[in-house]
């Protein structure tokens, strides 16, 4: 048949008809297009590494706002729960708060405005013997200072009991709250009056750990209530046996450490997403208080407007309680440089409604002083879990 020469023609006998100008615009096409594609994987691979530099990690870390978000959901999966538990238990309990002496950053804690700090307070203290029983008596306070914008005050006393771990403790050393109370509100007045009086059960032997912080704050019914300054009132100093009535100046507010919690921070830049780990919480226990929980509250804002917002289940309160919860939000990679997460514990009651107390914050972001050292860690070590030490302070 005709076709099968045809058929038997091989590939060298085929030529195609292309002049030689046409062949080399075709490769010159080529070329360009070449390098251009090299110059954006190399432009690309150097936007990446200076917007994200990874540098090695010492071997040693781990022991030591407006509507971006999509979704916020709490892990669940059991190899991040193992994962996270082998973690936890490296970063054992057994460091202590004089361990994380320079991990304490007064300048983080002042958050408070401390202009405009005047006047005094006038209250009374005596220990009942017989009742065994702690009386304080918030009787009046002079020359409070006027807030800016209203050019008035409606002041209010907030008075907390705060029990010592040792006796003979140092400035640093864990407190915890026994009991706290708030004194009836006095509407535009610079010297109010309250002759408000509360009590509390307390062996005798366990006045000397106790010091009475007296808050004064300004009432607003619209934001976070303005701080006009505090008293403090050691009783290890004092001699309560008959009623005993002292004035003080009000000084600039100080925070209290209550505790420490182990969190991790991990962030995947790719998935846009922030993880969050509640590894354990130490606190000091009172032993009086039993049948407590606790449970801590994550929330992330940025630019003074809360995010979105957290909470761990709640574990019987321990003197270390274990959670082991990853809570994970997404938010777009502009704002994570911005936002601050803050934890917040809390205390419960199961067997009482509306029991709830808050222990104390963590406040973490990115800034210049060390407690926001977690948040370098983090960035400088992506994808990977970095767990961590914090203060609490109330």
């Known amino acids: 048949m ?20 046409l062949e080399y615009s075709i490769l010159g096409v080529s070329v360009v297009l070449f390098l251009i ?22 071997a040693d870390i781990l022991s030591t706002r407006s509507g971006g978000f999509q979704y916020a959901t709490q892990t669940n999966d059991p190899k991040m729960e193992v994962h996270y538990e082998e973690l936890s238990h490296r970063l054992s309990p057994g460091i202590s708060c004089t361990n994380l002496g320079s991990s304490l950053d007064l300048a983080s804690m002042a958050d408070l405005e401390e202009e405009n700090i005047q006047g005094s307070l006038r209250f009374s203290l005596f220990y009942d013997q ?3 029983k702690l009386v304080v008596t918030v009787l009046d306070a002079q020359d409070l200072a006027k807030r800016d914008f209203s050019h008035s005050v409606d002041p209010f006393v ?28 006095v509407k535009k007045s610079c010297s109010p009056v309250f002759g408000d009086q509360f009590s509390c059960t307390l062996a005798e032997e366990e006045v000397p750990r106790v010091t009475v912080r007296f808050e004064v704050r300004d009432f607003d019914k619209y934001s976070r209530h303005g701080i006009l300054g505090e008293a403090r009132a050691p009783l290890n100093s004092l001699k309560l ?39 354990k919480i130490h606190t000091v226990c009172h032993p009086n208080k039993t049948e407590r929980a606790l449970y801590a509250k994550t929330s992330v804002t940025c630019n003074h407007c809360r ?41 419960v009651q199961p067997s009482k409604k509306s029991s709830k107390h808050l222990i104390g914050h963590i406040h973490i972001k990115k800034g ?18 970095i767990a961590k030490w914090h203060l609490l302070f109330i």
């Not at 045809?6 to 100008?21: A, C, H, K, Q, Y």
């Not at 911005?338 to 809390?346: A, G, K, L």
């Open 158 to 185: 907030w008075v907390r009991l705060l029990w010592a771990e040792r006796e003979d403790e140092e400035q640093s050393s864990m407190q915890c709250v026994l009991d706290e109370w708030q004194t009836r509100l």
């Open 130 to 132: 017989l009742q065994s």
């Open 307 to 347: 995010l979105r917002h957290q909470r761990t289940e709640q574990k019987k309160r321990r003197e270390v309680t274990v959670f082991n919860e990853v809570l994970t939000f997404v938010l777009p990679d502009q704002q994570i440089r911005e936002c601050t997460i803050i934890v917040s514990v809390y205390e």
């Open 37 to 58: 594609a090299l110059c954006l994987l190399i432009w690309q691979i150097y936007h990446y590494c200076t917007r994200f530099p990874v540098s090695q990690r010492p």
């Open 241 to 279: 046996s008959y009623p005993l009535e002292l004035r003080e100046d009000l000084q600039v507010p100080k925070k209290d450490m209550v505790g420490e919690a182990l969190l991790s921070l991990k962030y995947m830049p790719t998935s846009q997403r922030l993880e969050v780990g509640v590894l």
């Open 2 to 21: 005709i076709f099968f020469p045809v058929l038997g023609l091989s590939f060298r006998e085929i030529l195609l008809s292309f002049s030689e100008e």
């Open 368 to 385: 210049k002083t060390f407690e926001n050292e977690h948040w370098k860690l983090m960035m400088q070590s992506l994808r990977q879990p």
